[in-house]
């Protein structure tokens, strides 16, 4: 069975961090592109960033740069987003996204090969 497994969302405090996992199972992710998404109470699914397959390109939506990290460590199957200064409005389900077309994941398109079940991320006092 093919799979990405999100892991390590929770509550943190306003100004926190967290690290974010994204673990695929049954295929490698070596030839995928990765996407992050989160989508929040009431709200459409957003793209949070991106990383190409060798991590040689990365992107991040506006209002996560500077304080989101993307990485990707072939060798363990995994894609990391390293959160930081965390906000509540930064509250949602985190989902991770697998695709070979690099462009489409880029662009946060809402097709893609794989999809995780998400890890939820909440950010209050």
């Known amino acids: 069975q093919l799979l990405l497994v999100e892991s390590g969302g929770g509550l943190v405090q306003p100004g926190g961090s967290l690290r974010l996992s994204c673990a695929a199972s049954?295929?490698?992710?070596?030839?995928?592109?990765i996407g992050w998404f989160r989508q929040a109470p009431g709200k459409e699914r957003e793209g949070v960033s991106f990383?190409?397959?060798?991590?040689?390109?990365?992107n991040y939506a506006d209002s996560v740069k500077g304080r989101f990290t993307i990485s990707r460590d072939n060798a363990k199957n995994t894609v990391y987003l390293q959160m930081n200064s965390l906000q509540p409005e930064d509250t949602a389900v985190y989902y991770c996204a697998a695709d070979r077309r690099w462009w489409a994941v880029a662009a946060f398109s809402g097709d893609m090969d794989y999809w995780g079940k998400g890890t939820l991320v909440t950010v209050s006092s």
């Open positions: 049954g295929f490698t992710l070596v030839s995928y592109a």
């Open positions: 990383i190409s397959s060798s991590g040689s390109s990365t």
